[in-house]
């Protein structure tokens, strides 16, 4: 059984505008895979579709074997597969150890903030706000948080469920250099412990730096993939950014 993450076909529209055009995408399973793209190609949506946000008009989404093209997103995330967003998912007036809590706790925000809190559930919320560095901030209101540090909270919270598929999307959107630094250093150790990766990423530095493999979208759909060095002088690429 392959524990890839796949698509087949996969489209979207929205009235007269084509989002996604026939996508089929295999990820490499186990390594830090990058999806790029020109504004518009498809990116977002495709995380969407596959992560059961939106439904797809046709075509489908297989993990480890299974179709999961129109499970619910919390479906999704049982199944192995966590997601971050480019505009920061966290409850503002909740601390950020109770975001982390909030993100695995059955039963939503209520059971998250009225439920008995377990002495082992809060040492691993408070073992992912350390690993991310932001373990001084766990009794801090994520409002009063800055907007890297929100970034990396919505990150634990996801990582506290335990995925073994993890979709960022834009992690470097908005963070100052040295926060870039260190999302960066956490993919590679994160990946090197076995999780694999799908990065939707505009900071080429990032990608090329990262990355193992990389699909290229344009128009809704892949036009190429390959390794850093492959993508760097594929004239399918450039013309997809460049015009040309």
Same mark, same amino acid.
């Given at each position: 059984m392959t524990k890839s993450?796949?698509?087949?076909?996969?489209r979207k529209t929205f009235g007269g505008v084509t989002a996604l055009d026939g996508a089929t995408v295999k990820f490499r399973h186990g390594r830090v895979n990058a999806l790029i793209g020109p504004n518009g190609s498809g990116k977002t949506t495709f995380f969407n579709c596959v992560t059961g946000m939106i439904r797809p008009d046709s075509g489908t989404t297989t993990y480890q074997g299974q179709d999961i093209t129109r499970k619910t997103p919390h479906a999704i995330v049982r199944a192995g597969i966590g997601r971050t967003f480019q505009l920061c998912r966290v409850f503002p007036r909740m601390t950020a150890l109770d975001n982390v809590l909030a993100a695995v706790r059955p039963g939503g925000i209520t059971r998250a903030l009225l439920g008995a809190r377990h &002495?082992?559930?809060? #040492? =691993?919320?408070? !073992?992912?706000l350390t690993r991310l560095g932001i373990e001084h901030l766990a009794g801090v209101e994520a409002r009063n948080m800055s907007w890297g540090q929100q970034k990396l909270l919505e990150l634990a919270g996801v990582l506290?469920?335990?995925?073994?598929?993890?979709?960022?999307?834009e992690p470097a959107?908005?963070?100052? &250099?040295?926060?870039? #630094? =260190?999302?960066? !250093?956490l993919v590679r150790e994160l990946n090197a412990e076995g999780r694999t990766f799908v990065i939707v990423e505009h900071n080429m530095d990032l990608v090329m730096s990262i990355s193992d493999h990389i699909v290229v979208f344009d128009r809704g759909r892949p036009i190429a993939e390959g390794t850093p060095a492959a993508i760097r002088s594929d004239e399918r690429v450039l013309g997809a950014y460049l015009g040309v």
């Open positions: 993450l796949e698509t087949h076909e996969l &002495p082992s559930e809060v #040492d =691993r919320a408070r !073992s992912w506290n469920a335990g995925p073994e598929t993890i979709l960022l999307d959107g908005g963070v100052n &250099p040295a926060l870039l #630094d =260190r999302i960066g !250093s």
